[in-house]
């Protein structure tokens, strides 16, 4: 191969790869992490606002609500497959609260999780966005 021919194919090499795309941010694809709220379903009242909640997934199987920055509840979480009285064969998430143990259907897609409490019967459902965890002081 000729200089030349060697000094385009090379130029060529690095103009692709130099041009791709960088993407934003990856967007996660389990639970583990810390999801703000951004849409409350529910049979409320009309303009009832979007509380400000999250919720936090960790990797040991603990839970986290919190509330206006401030720690509400603390439970345990374990996911399943099987079937609501609101959804047929679906993915599950099992909570276990000091005061109450529901079962909700549960989606993950593109950094977007929805959290199903049974909006067919009145419970809510809550979709959240994945965040960045409020700094520790």
Known sequence: M???LRTACLL???AISGCQ???ASPKPTSLIGYWSLTK?????PANTPT????IAFDATGKVTMYKDGQVQETGTYELAQGSTSCAADTTLINFTWPSYAPT?????RDG????DQGLCLDAPRK???SAAAPKKE
């Open 127 to 129: 979709t959240y966005k």
């Open 51 to 54: 509380p400000n909640e999250a």
């Open 12 to 14: 060529s090499g690095l």
């Open 112 to 115: 977007v999780l929805i959290i």
């Open 21 to 23: 795309s960088k993407e």
């Open 2 to 4: 000729n200089t030349t």
């Open 104 to 108: 909700a259907s549960y989606s993950l």
């Open 40 to 44: 409350l379903e529910c049979y409320c």
